[in-house]
């Protein structure tokens, strides 16, 4: 069974940082594109970052570019966001998901770690 | 690279059939067949319904479809479930030149 278990949200403050993990089980990680989603409680996911199955290629949205860095550790089947800069508007839930390419769709999502942004 | 538009809500009784559409552009949904739509519960993961336009994952009952014209994309609930109550979001690959990937603006369906 596909497992993706996000940790490592919770309360910062205006500008500070917090690092996401993501960790993956029930497949073979080190073969997936990995992405980060987010959702504002009540409003529609947002497309985060991705990753690329070597960790050599990586993309963000432009509202997180030069704040956020995706990384992943295929030896430990685990997805990272590093979250620097932090503003109010990155207040959300970060899901982490495995991207079929040939397809281009999201296959598994986690459950999702809340991000809350205080000023 | 703005959202795709879906309706805020729809809602149909128990065995009605209830279709949510999806509208982008010509160079998110109607350049390429990578539609994708996920149903959302609060606290829960969200669910792959529907892949590239009309392909249903093993195990989503037959009762959820999907289709696309031009730029607009649409999932068809059929037989409507009191389960099927939760919200749905559909996904596009909008190609290297934007974003990469967009998605809707999600639309709560409420079972009567």
């Known amino acids: 069974e596909v497992q993706l278990v996000e940790s490592g949200g919770g309360l910062v403050q205006l500008g500070g940082s917090l690092r996401l993990s993501c960790a993956a089980s029930?497949?073979?990680?080190?073969?997936?594109?990995m992405n980060w989603v987010r959702q504002v409680p009540g409003e529609g996911l947002v497309w985060v970052s991705r990753i690329n199955s070597d960790g050599r290629r990586t993309n963000y949205a432009d509202s997180v570019k030069g704040r956020f860095t995706i990384s992943r550790d295929n030896a430990k089947n685990t997805l990272y966001l590093q979250m620097n800069s932090l503003r109010a508007e990155d207040t959300a839930v970060y899901y982490c998901a495995n991207y079929v390419e040939g397809t281009a769709h999201f296959d598994s999502w986690g459950q999702g770690t809340l991000v809350t942004v205080s000023s | 690279q703005s959202a795709l538009t879906q309706p805020r809500s729809v809602s149909g009784s128990p065995g009605q059939s209830v279709a949510i559409s999806c509208t982008g552009t010509s160079i998110d949904v109607g350049a390429y067949n990578y539609v994708s739509w996920y149903q959302l519960h609060p606290g829960k993961a969200p669910k792959l319904i529907i892949y590239a336009v009309n392909r249903r994952p093993s195990g989503v009952p037959d009762r959820f479809s999907g289709s696309k014209s031009g730029n607009t994309a649409s999932l068809t609930i059929s037989g409507l479930q009191a389960e099927d109550e939760a919200d749905y979001c559909c996904f596009s690959y909008a190609g290297s030149s934007t974003s990469f990937y967009v998605f809707g603006t999600g639309t709560r369906v409420s079972v009567l």
């Open positions: 029930g497949f073979t990680f080190s073969s997936y594109w």
